[in-house]
């Protein structure tokens, strides 16, 4: 079969298929773990830095990190490829790749890629992420519809050697319905600070006009929702936000409105403002001025983030 160099190969079939050394060390391709070559011009996707990791890691499966984002979660960047092994002995030293050893890891092929499964991958990660970030990925997993509340269940049961206490936290604020990682990191600051738990995706108006909440207390009528950046770059989504508070205002709603400053530089000061809110119509929740430290460990302030959006 004559050699694609769109798709991982090893830099000795290159040779064999009539490459010079010179072209296989030069521009024309990606020099991958030492001995991968790909064509340059392919973006090193994680699926496909997988694919040339499974090149040289025997009988390896895509793990972590790297599984995560090929399933379409959520998860703080890394500089790392990961893999996993089930023996010690099939895991290799390269520049960028990092073995893993986990006889037990539950793994699915996709695509001709083997790689954990979402469920999995949630349980290898809760080694190494905080509870926000854990409880991010698993919900971003259950948008992607790559993974269900079933299944994660079932995975985090059938745990081998015990669950770490991360993961046990995390599986009691898994929430399918949040339909983006910045509103899960909303919702948690608010819980987390003791308030009660939104309504997530709530829907109110009628036949003319209707319309999802991100974060809702229905019966107070008050929301609270993330926006981005791209809500004021988008003239048009600008246009339909402004029509939409006009809607909500008209009918005795309250909303809430936060920027990524809001939730990574003030977080304690978001949640009091969140509280007061509440407060005005009618639910007092007593939260003390300054933040606990359960709360500061899993959301500490970071000034020098409050100013961006």
């Not at 079969?1 to 490459?19: E, N, S």
């Not at 997530?200 to 006009?209: S, T």
């Not at 304690?268 to 007593?286: F, K, Q």
Request: charged letters at 25%.
């Amino acid at each position: 079969m004559p050699l694609d160099p769109t798709r991982p190969f090893l830099r000795q079939a290159g040779l064999r298929a009539g490459l010079t050394k010179h072209e296989l060390d030069g521009p024309r391709f990606h020099t991958v773990f030492g001995s991968v070559r790909l064509a340059s011009d392919v973006p090193l996707t994680p699926e496909v830095l997988g694919r040339c990791a499974s090149l040289v890691v025997p009988r390896c499966a895509v793990s972590r990190h790297t599984a995560a984002e090929v399933w379409g979660g959520a998860v703080p960047p890394t500089a790392w490829t990961h893999v996993s092994v089930a023996r010690a002995e099939d895991r290799r030293a390269r520049v960028g790749l990092r073995c893993h050893v986990n006889p037990s890891a539950v793994v699915r092929s996709r695509a001709g890629l083997r790689l954990t499964t979402p469920a999995q991958t949630v349980l290898d990660l809760s080694r190494g992420l905080s509870l926000v970030d854990l409880t991010v990925l698993a919900d971003s997993l259950l948008h992607r519809r790559v993974l269900t509340p079933a299944e994660l269940e079932q995975r985090l049961d059938a745990c081998q050697g015990g669950l770490p206490r991360v993961a046990s936290l995390a599986r009691t604020l898994v929430r399918p319905g949040a339909e983006s990682p910045m509103e899960t990191r909303a919702r948690l600051l608010l819980v987390l600070a003791g308030l009660p738990e939104p309504v997530l995706q709530h829907e109110v108006g009628d036949v003319r006009h209707l319309f999802r909440l991100d974060l809702a207390y229905p019966e107070l009528r008050v929301a609270v929702e993330y926006d981005g950046r791209h809500h004021a770059q988008d003239a048009r989504q600008w246009g339909r936000d402004l029509g939409r508070r006009e809607w909500l205002d008209g009918r005795g709603w309250r909303l809430v409105v936060l920027r990524s400053g809001d939730v990574y530089g003030t977080p304690w000061a978001t949640a009091l403002r969140v509280a007061g809110v509440l407060a005005e119509r009618g639910l007092v929740t007593g939260l003390p001025a300054h933040p606990p430290a359960t709360f500061a460990a899993h959301f500490p302030e970071q000034p020098w983030r409050a100013a961006r959006p």
